[in-house]
């Protein structure tokens, strides 16, 4: 299973330093964007990525899109040099335009559920369905519980259509619940202050070794 430091901030010199942190523990990072319409608060502007000092020529950008209409800012995804643009559907007009728009760009194409979001009509092409494992957002709480029911959920949905998606789960990851959520079967999560408070590169370490033990 990947675990990929995750940054979601308002302002551009705070990700900067986070970004410095992990860049070279972590070929990925997914950067975290909310437009202030699909929730409170917004983040720094995307384009900002490309003014970084920080050497990021070799760095891996997991865009998820927490917008409306994630389907507009493809274009500034690929531009700032994304690799994989997840969109959260719940503003999304429509799934197979965005998935098919992403990989157009010749991009991996994502789709994000909020908890409590049906999840359903994923287009064959998806390349990654990331569940939520908390309300989407800044607000920070514990993960609900009920993702495991919704991971073994998604489990049934890609092995009943033939799908080859990857499953994520991004909200509430740490040391304690990390590795019954690999044992679930998920191949992705993405942590925020799991990796960020206190030491990054301990951080990590702890978040293995808790994985796989």
Not at 47 to 67: P, R
Not at 90 to 100: A, L, R
Not at 188 to 193: A, L, P, S
Request: charged share 35%; net charge negative; with cysteine.
């Amino acid at each position: 299973m990947q675990i990929i430091p995750a940054i979601l901030e308002k302002k551009f010199e705070v990700a900067e330093e986070k970004v410095r942190l992990v860049k070279g523990l972590s070929k990925w990072i997914q950067v975290d964007v909310v437009d202030g319409k699909f929730d409170f608060g917004k983040t720094f502007e995307l384009e900002l990525l490309t003014t970084m000092e920080t050497e990021t020529e070799s760095t891996l950008w997991d865009i998820h899109l927490m917008v409306e209409e994630p389907k507009n800012w493809i274009g500034k995804c690929n531009f700032v040099g994304a690799m994989r643009v997840t969109g959260q559907v719940e503003k999304m007009v429509n799934k197979d335009d965005f998935v098919n728009s992403v990989k157009d760009f010749g991009l991996e194409a994502g789709l994000a559920f909020d908890i409590d979001t049906e999840i359903k009509d994923i287009p064959q092409e998806t390349d990654l369905v990331l569940l939520l494992g908390r309300k989407a957002g800044f607000e920070s709480k514990p993960m609900d519980k009920k993702i495991y029911q919704r991971i073994e959920e998604l489990k049934k949905i890609k092995e009943g259509g033939d799908f080859r998606f990857l499953i994520g789960i991004d909200g509430g990851v740490n040391e304690t619940n990390i590795k019954k959520i690999k044992e679930s079967g998920v191949d992705i999560v993405y942590c925020t202050g799991a990796i960020f408070n206190g030491k990054v590169e301990d951080n990590l370490e702890k978040l293995k070794y808790a994985s796989e033990n």
